[in-house]
């Protein structure tokens, strides 16, 4: 994860089918307010909450943006991370430092007592946050800079 680019692509899933050339990776079809966008999900994809990928679901799906890409259309990427959104709620893969800001100055993320904090696998997480990858979800910011918010839910990627 060290040095990764996580590029969000949120929207709904239109289609999901094997691939032909690996029989343990499915290709997933989303469609965004762009157009489609297609993500190679394999064994290594981290699927948040291990939930099942089905048409007509709301994804935020997450691609390293540093990695080899190729020139395909619809443009295909190897997905890091999908999971499940809320209707007008935004997750992001980011490093948070030790004030709890991204690396991007994009986002400064408030955890209070209603914030939901686990580990990948759904355990709970009791330790400090700070100064590690998060996936971070939200539904409204301020309008400082950076955005602050008070997240949903945090999982810790340890």
Known sequence: MANANFIPVNGVISDIEPTPEMCCETLVTIQTEDGIEQFII????????????????????????????????????????????RP???????YFDENLVGTDNSLKINPDFTTEIVTSNGQKYSCEISNQYLIVYYSITTRSIPPQTTPRKIIVIC
Do not use: C, K, S, W
Request: glycine share 8%; no cysteine; proline share 10%.
């Open 42 to 85: 394999a064994p290594d994809t981290y699927v948040i909450n291990g939930i099942r990928l089905r048409p007509g679901m709301q994804v935020a799906a997450f691609y390293d943006g540093n990695a080899p890409a190729l020139l395909l259309y619809p443009p295909r990427h190897q997905a890091v991370v999908i999971g499940q959104r």
């Open 88 to 94: 007008r709620e935004t997750i992001v893969i980011d």
